[in-house]
């Protein structure tokens, strides 16, 4: 209503102002019509004494005062005719098409054309878009008021986070019936900061808070508040929680706080203004200021809590402060069911051994990998989605496209075939736990082949064995070129494998203690974890130093030595397994070991496929089955 309203103004104005220019353009006379025969009767009389001709009109001025006007034929000669008749006479310009109307248009166009783009410039600054929003209003929260519509999310769409939920399960109850708990004293926090990696599910579980409590949620981000005007900020937050208080009981989430809940201090002297600050002390006033008997909860959201203001994590705040981790096998396994809801998915597809397949996946990561397998089953015209749409999509968002055309020699075949079977066999004979998958050489992305390996569960602590096993799975590669092709063979392949191996012994001498000739001391250590990690090394000797490089290289030397071993043992059924790796450019775990089988070799069973959740869902089931046991009984 409100739009419409300005726009009806605005073309009241814009009439009137036309109306008044046609008023001050200067009055028309308006002149008698003759016929032409009495014209030219007039100029022959001698009674005409000016004429005015536009075109094909004619304004004529008699000797007694009137004023006439006449239609001239086409091609008439009466300009010499009032000459001779010593007639003064004016040729004006003819009006051009449209007359009066587009004189105005042309008049008017320009200024018309610099207000709109002025009011254009006005509503851009304003914040624009909304039909509340008219013209200088910079202090108007951008948040975005959920009340009608809540959100639809529900626990029952939030997985993988079973404790987080039991945490925030009291505000809900809180936000149903304060009442309870009001009447033993008991406050709830007035805030909840969820921090984690993106992606986790921190947005989804607010609305899911929101979604259960049944009350209106108010969403706003931190850079919503940040403006370039001085005061805009400080405006913002006290009608976000002006307008929260109109709502309670109610629920405000600022996504991304980082933004504005910066820690005050960290901007140099004379380094940009302190329009931030402003906001942030308005936003702890703020939160310190409302009573959560009025039914408002604030709740926030970042991935960088280690810069946030202390002012904003104290208690009467942000009184809790959640950690969410990403999921582990069993909560992939749970976020997987969630999101395959609205697909179709094969007889044949698998959820236990995506969720084993896609370990440091967040929520967000699994729903954009089976979104991405749906749209590979869509471009193939197929009905339902596969396990093979699944799998190719899974190599597309971790290794990248499929590089089919590029062209490789057969030279360069055999060696990319030969260093990957290096990594698989190592995983197949090792002490490593992750099982052998598939062996690839088409190229993807960065890589030219790739060896896939799947964890049977998700590991939080390595040991030493394992971690040596992980060692020569990597150095399998490069051992395996020299073995086939010699010193002068070996390739640019590996760069990556012994990266990682290098850093790898150095953490477990250097940080982990790992070294029985070092001992159990840290001079390297890892902070700014939200930040990727960053590691430093503290004060150390320099013979401290080289006494650590000396026994990286050792680690690496011996785990290297033992690889070339195994692979000079197994040599000719690798040759075996490369020919047909060659011909199928993809091959699985089984497909090697029955090459091995066939030379009487008998590799340890790394193929195999054992169900995670299978005895958890037989004794959900047995559960079922004993408690309508239990009802028959009782009837």
Known sequence: ??????????????????????????????????????????????????????????????????????????NTNIVDKLVEKNVRVDIANPEPPGGWFINVLISWLPILLFIGIWLLIIRQMSGGGGPARGAFTFGKSRAKVYIEEKPKVTFNDVAG???????????????????????????????????????????????????????????????????????????????????AKKHAPCIIFIDEIDAVGRARGAVPVGGGHDEREQTLNQLLVEMDGFDTSDGIIVIAATNRPDILDPALLRPGRFDRQIFIPKPDVKGRYEILKVHARNKKLAKDVD?????????????????????????????????????????EALDRITMGLERRGMKISQKEKEKIAIHELGHALMGLVSDDEDQVHKISIIPRGMALGVTQQLPLEDKHIYDKKNLLSKILVLLGGRAAEEVFYGKEGITTGAE????????????????????????????????????????????ASPDLLREIDEEVKRIITEAYEKAKATIEQYKEPLKAVMKKLLEKETISCEEMVEVFKLYGIDLPNKCKKEKLFEDEQKSEENKKTEEVKEVKEVA
Request: hydrophobic fraction near 45%; charge should be negative.
């Open 1 to 74: 209503m409100n739009a419409v309203k300005n726009i009806f103004i605005w073309l009241i104005f814009i009439g009137a102002a036309v109306v008044i220019f046609n008023l001050f353009e200067g009055k028309r006379e308006f002149a008698t019509k003759i016929s032409y025969n009495e014209f030219v009767k007039l100029v022959e009389e001698g009674k005409v004494s000016y004429a005015q001709i536009k075109g094909n009109t004619a304004v004529i001025q008699t000797t007694d005062g009137q004023k006439l006007e006449v239609n001239l034929p086409p």
């Open 351 to 391: 959820l236990e051994w995506i969720a084993r397949a896609t370990p440091g996946f967040t929520g967000a990561d699994l729903e954009n990998l089976l979104n991405e397998a749906a749209l590979l089953a869509a471009r193939k015209g197929k009905e339902e989605i596969t396990m093979e749409e699944i799998e």
């Open 496 to 539: 990556n494998d012994l990266q990682r191996a290098t850093d790898l012994a150095y953490r477990m001498v250097s940080m982990w203690g790992m070294s029985d000739k070092i001992g159990p001391i840290a001079i390297r250590r890892v902070s700014n974890p939200f930040l990727g990690g960053v590691t430093t090394t503290v004060d």
């Open 161 to 243: 986070i079973d404790e987080v939920k039991e945490e925030v399960k009291e505000i809900i109850e809180y936000l149903k019936d304060p009442v309870r708990f009001q009447k033993l004293g008991g406050r709830p926090p007035k805030g909840v900061l969820l921090y984690g990696e993106p992606g986790v599910g921190k947005t989804l579980l607010a609305k899911a808070i929101a979604g259960e409590a049944h009350v209106p949620f108010i969403s706003v981000s931190g850079s919503d508040f940040v403006e370039m005007f001085v005061g805009v900020g400080a405006a913002r937050v006290r009608d976000l929680f002006e307008t």
